[in-house]
């Protein structure tokens, strides 16, 4: 079973940094993508950013594009999103999430696994 841990949320004040990881656990093959979403409250949860373990594909939404950084370690067992320049906006619980299928990055619906949250907070 593919279990995924997130951690490093916090609070920061706006134009600092925060970086989250998502140790993942339990893949039956190479072949899955890891998708970062968030969801503030009120809001629908939204697709951050996006990483193929088989591709190397990188993706991010149009928020976040030239301030976040999605990566991975040597083992590629960890996914980390580096997040620059924050803003009150980015404000939110954020979540990784894995699945093998990926067809849409930032549809919630085509990833299997979910971790638990992580809360960021950015004060103006």
């Known amino acids: 079973e593919v279990q995924l841990v997130e951690s490093g949320g916090g609070l920061v004040q706006a134009g600092g940094s925060l970086k989250l990881s998502c140790a993942g656990s339990?893949?039956?093959?190479?072949?899955?993508?890891i998708g970062w979403f968030r969801q503030a409250p009120g809001k629908e949860r939204e697709g951050v950013s996006y990483?193929?373990?088989?591709?190397?594909?990188?993706y991010y939404a149009d928020s976040v594009k030239g301030r976040f950084a999605i990566s991975s370690d040597d083992a590629e067992t960890t996914v980390y999103l580096q997040m620059n320049n924050l803003k009150p906006e980015d404000t939110a619980v954020y979540f990784c999430?894995?699945?093998?299928?990926?067809?849409?990055?930032?549809?919630?619906?085509?990833?299997?696994?979910w971790g638990q949250g992580t809360q960021v907070t950015v004060s103006s």
């Open positions: 999430a894995a699945g093998y299928s990926v067809l849409v990055w930032a549809d919630q619906d085509e990833y299997d696994y």
């Open positions: 339990g893949f039956r093959s190479d072949a899955y993508a």
């Open positions: 990483w193929s373990r088989f591709h190397g594909t990188t």
